[in-house]
């Protein structure tokens, strides 16, 4: 039989959005209660080498520096707890009434989402192996890896496109693999990746398969089959981002809070205020520009200011009339 609880703050996810609320909320006395879900330290725990984490002159461990991030939040005074919420009710207003998977229930005046979101994979049989060894979905991440090599991307949208521009400042040459004969992506950067001398394009191509080998084992190319015809070719490449969309952790949060398109937690422009006074979004969950570790951290510390100005009652329990 579950147990029902009662805290001022309520942190749902253990990335550094969620990790970096609770280590300010925790330094403002609001005692947070941090639910982890399933990933605790969110998905730099899947990765190997960070570059670009301000603070460290050389590269470190992913996992490593999540376990840095919750033992300093446990450090200042927060309540960590390995479960994972599965439903919530916001639509009374604060308190918010939230119930894990274990079968409690939480009340807190103030909740921050931070669920973070997953890069979309091609479900390929080595794809998952090969991640850290030439398989990325984030060309910002590791794109400095690929030092005058060889990449791939795949996919037809913005990302894809961007992602492939990108890389062009670091590889010898970016082949973009798309799976129809034209691109989802906006014009201008269409533009911009067709005039590029380091791009080709690959139409009408699925991958199939990801080749490795050597020790350590790394990419050494794909298998591509003809969408149209049928036939296999094969492509050396020595890296492939895998660029064909995030999707947000936010079914639990369907029918109680404002959600775009695509699944990301609506916020007001500049700020981590969601659509239900008191509830604060994080993190990748509501950002699908930059999507970084650094970017998740400034916002989880944003909400967490927001929150404690909510609980002091700074910040309107209504929203404005439009
Ligand atoms: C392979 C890889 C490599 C990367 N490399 C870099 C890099 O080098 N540098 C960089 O800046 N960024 C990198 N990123 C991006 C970076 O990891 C993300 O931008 C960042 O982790 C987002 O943080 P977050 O806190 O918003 O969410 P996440 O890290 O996604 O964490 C989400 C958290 O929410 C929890 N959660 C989900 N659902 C529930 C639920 N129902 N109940 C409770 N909790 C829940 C999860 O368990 C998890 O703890 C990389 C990403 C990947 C996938």
């Known amino acids: 039989m579950g147990q029902t609880h009662s805290t001022d703050l309520l942190i749902i996810g253990a990335g550094p959005a969620g990790y970096t609320a609770a280590i300010y909320a925790a330094r403002a006395s609001l005692s947070p209660v941090l639910l982890t879900g399933m990933q ?7 990765t190997t080498d960070v570059e670009n984490y301000p603070g460290f002159a050389q590269a470190i461990q992913g996992p490593w520096l999540m376990e840095q991030m919750s033992a300093q939040a446990e450090h200042v005074g927060t309540k960590i707890i390995y479960d994972m919420v599965v439903s919530v009710d916001f639509t009374k207003g ?5 119930t894990t998977d274990g079968g409690d229930t939480w009340i ?20 998952k192996r090969l991640q850290g060894a030439g398989v990325s979905a984030c060309a910002t991440c590791d794109g400095f890896f690929f030092r ?8 037809g949208g913005n990302t894809a496109v961007e992602e492939a521009i990108y890389l062009t400042h670091h590889a010898d040459h970016v ?23 380091k791009v080709s394009v690959i139409w009408n191509s699925a991958v199939e398969d990801i080749q490795s080998g050597g020790t350590p084992e790394a990419v050494t190319g794909l298998t591509l089959r003809d969408t149209v015809t049928g036939a296999t070719s094969e492509l050396a490449v020595d890296g492939v981002f895998i ?22 937690i609506v916020t007001e422009p500049g700020t981590p205020r969601t659509s239900v006074p008191g509830i604060f979004a994080a993190g990748d969950v509501q950002d699908r520009t930059y999507r970084q570790a650094v970017t998740a951290a400034g916002t989880g510390c944003m909400a967490a200011l927001d929150a404690e100005r909510y609980i002091g009652g700074l910040i309107p329990n209504t929203k404005p009339e439009a």
């Open 108 to 127: 807190a005046k103030s909740v921050i989402i931070a669920t973070g979101a997953q890069a979309r994979w091609l479900g390929l049989p080595n794809e």
């Open 175 to 197: 082949t973009l693999i798309h799976r129809r004969d034209s691109l989802k992506a906006e014009k201008i950067l269409q533009e911009r990746l067709f005039a590029h001398p």
């Open 40 to 46: 605790p330290g969110g998905q730099l725990t899947i």
């Open 243 to 264: 660029a064909i969309g995030h999707s947000p952790t936010t079914a639990m949060f369907g029918n109680q809070i404002e959600l775009d398109a695509e699944g990301y």
């Open 148 to 155: 005058g090599k060889r990449v791939a991307v795949v996919g």
């Open 94 to 98: 604060s308190p918010f009434h939230v």
